[in-house]
């Protein structure tokens, strides 16, 4: 398994690691969160990942 990391100053309440089934049909490991977890995030679907959400980061 690809190694995955927690963000830096995230709360592990509400989140966990587990499978997610993408658009594909493949299922994977990712990172899942209850929906209050994400209560005032941003949404980085149209980055397409985490590394690139983190580069868009001005």
Do not use: N, Q, Y
């Amino acid at each position: 398994m690809a190694s995955l990391a927690i963000p830096a100053g995230a709360s592990c309440l509400g989140k966990a690691i587990g499978a997610v089934t993408l658009a594909d049909g493949r299922t994977v490991r990712g990172f899942l969160a209850e929906p209050i977890a994400t209560h005032g995030a941003d949404d980085i679907t149209s980055h397409g990942s985490w590394p690139a959400a983190l580069a868009a980061i001005p």
